[in-house]
């Protein structure tokens, strides 16, 4: 069984950093794409970043360009999201998910930017 | 970017009835490979997304034939047959052709 389960969220204050983190189960992680997605409160779903199975290639939308960086580590299964100079607008639940399709998502781990 | 303008907004309907949401890009969403990426997914209240249809028409597994998918170039269609209970919530188009990656701003299917 396919799971994703992110974690890491939490309360941050404007400009400080946060590095959230998705366990993958149940499939051989290197062979797919993973990506990042966001969902303000009460708001629409936000593709944020993307990476190429073997961690090469990352993509990322243009307001969190040079303040996020996605990675992986296959040998542990794992995604990361580090965000730094962090923003209101940033506040969000932040999905893990797989592949070109967003075939499955994480539960979701929530990320509240305020003073 | 690629804008996709979804409608409805919202989308009243009766159990055993029948409802059809559209999303339409602002340019074509043909990759070069020749494939179309549009994507449905639904969010039920308090849940995480769930693939609906990938690349324009195909069932992902599980998903019950009461969905359809179609469209092609810049307009796509997502259709549901025999709506039931557990087909409430919203619903998102994707296109995954072009850079940034854009969702529609969603269709809440409700109750009549």
């Known amino acids: 069984e396919v799971q994703l389960v992110e974690s890491g969220g939490g309360l941050v204050q404007p400009g400080r950093s946060l590095k959230l983190s998705c366990a993958a189960s149940?499939?051989?992680?290197?062979?797919?794409?993973m990506a990042w997605v966001r969902q303000a409160p009460t708001k629409g779903l936000e593709w944020v970043a993307s990476?190429?199975?073997?961690?090469?290639?990352?993509y990322y939308r243009d307001s969190v360009k040079g303040r996020f960086t996605i990675s992986r580590d296959n040998a542990k299964s794992t995604l990361y999201l580090q965000m730094d100079s962090l923003r209101s607008e940033d506040t969000a639940t932040y999905y893990c998910t797989r592949g070109w399709y967003f075939d499955f998502w994480g539960p979701g781990t929530m990320v509240t930017v305020s003073s | 970017d690629v804008v996709m303008t979804q409608t409805p907004v919202s989308l009243p309907v009766s159990l055993g009835g029948q409802a059809s949401i559209s999303c339409r890009s602002s340019?074509?969403?043909?990759?070069?490979?020749?494939?179309?990426?549009l994507h449905w997914y639904l969010q039920k209240p308090g849940q995480s997304p769930q693939l609906l249809i990938y690349?324009?028409?195909n069932r992902f597994s599980g998903v019950p034939d009461r969905f359809s998918g179609s469209g092609s170039g810049t307009d796509f269609t997502l259709k549901i047959s025999r709506v039931e209970p557990e087909d409430l919530g919203d619903y998102y188009c994707?296109?995954?052709?072009?850079?940034?990656?854009?969702f529609g701003a969603g269709t809440k299917l409700e109750l009549k």
């Open positions: 994707l296109q995954s052709t072009h850079f940034p990656y854009t």
């Open positions: 340019q074509s969403l043909v990759h070069s490979n020749g494939n179309t990426y």
């Open positions: 690349r324009v028409s």
């Open positions: 149940g499939f051989t992680f290197s062979n797919y794409y």
């Open positions: 990476i190429t199975n073997s961690g090469g290639s990352t």
